[in-house]
């Protein structure tokens, strides 16, 4: 399995600020998922993010609110900007591990922001 | 009606009993079928992963799946206190580009 680390760990934004969230794997992996985690919802997946490529984005989230960068194969980041108190949540990021010709998930510890 | 649904709890139950936790799903195209354990301020992480009908166990955890019924299933025997967490189901279709569909998390509580 891989071994991810998430910085910050938590924090606590100013409506309207930005804050970007870094993803480190300790191997090489093709695909990296970042998600949110809200209360009392189910994991929602943000976007796919794919070195060389420009991130896949899920229904309801956009480039613009959600940068994300990939500039090799163990690191990503994601931007939450122009934040307001509804992007409150935790944020994850995991990656796609093959075990058995079967694609599991591992994730990072996530990263807790609240928005004031 | 959501692709996968998962009762949030919260199960309480004293220590040593047998749990049993469950999901349901509607898209019969899910092929793998997973489980994940939650501590409270960590990420997920996974306890066991299925590809086919049937039940696979791991020490005191079993997994279950029945496509037929379109239901999946994580037992813990002799349950510990340090088996308190909340518990996602996740499954999966191959031809989607390994995306996961979530259900909500069970919160589990198990009391010495």
């Known amino acids: 399995s891989a071994v991810i680390s998430q910085k910050p760990s938590r924090d606590i934004c100013q409506r309207g600020t930005s804050l970007t969230i870094q993803c480190q794997v300790d191997s090489q992996v093709t695909m990296m998922f970042w998600y949110r985690q809200q209360p009392g919802q189910s994991l929602t997946l943000i976007a796919t993010?794919?070195?060389?490529?420009?991130?896949?984005?899920e229904s309801g989230f956009v480039i613009d609110k959600f940068p994300i960068s990939r500039p090799n194969l163990t690191f990503s980041t994601l931007t939450v900007s122009n934040m307001s108190p509804e992007d409150s949540s935790i944020y994850l990021c995991?990656?796609?591990?093959?075990?058995?010709?079967?694609?599991?998930?591992?994730f990072g510890p996530g990263t807790r922001l609240t928005v004031l | 009606q959501k692709e996968v649904e998962q009762d949030p709890g919260p199960l309480s139950v004293p220590e040593g009993a047998i749990v049993s936790l469950n999901c349901t799903y509607s898209n019969s195209a899910f092929q793998y079928f997973m489980w994940y354990r939650q501590y409270s301020r960590k990420g997920p992480e996974l306890l066991m992963y299925?590809?086919s009908s049937g039940n696979k166990e791991d020490g005191r955890f079993t997994a279950q799946v029945d496509k037929s019924s379109k239901y999946i299933s994580l037992f813990i025997r002799d349950s510990q206190p340090s088996d308190s967490a909340t518990y996602l189901c996740?499954?999966?279709?191959?031809?989607?580009?390994?995306?996961?569909?979530w259900g909500l998390g069970t919160s589990l509580a198990v009391n010495p």
């Open positions: 993010a794919n070195q060389g490529s420009e991130a896949t984005y």
């Open positions: 995991s990656v796609t591990w093959t075990v058995l010709s079967t694609d599991t998930q591992y």
């Open positions: 996740a499954m999966g279709d191959p031809g989607n580009n390994r995306k996961l569909i």
């Open positions: 299925t590809y």
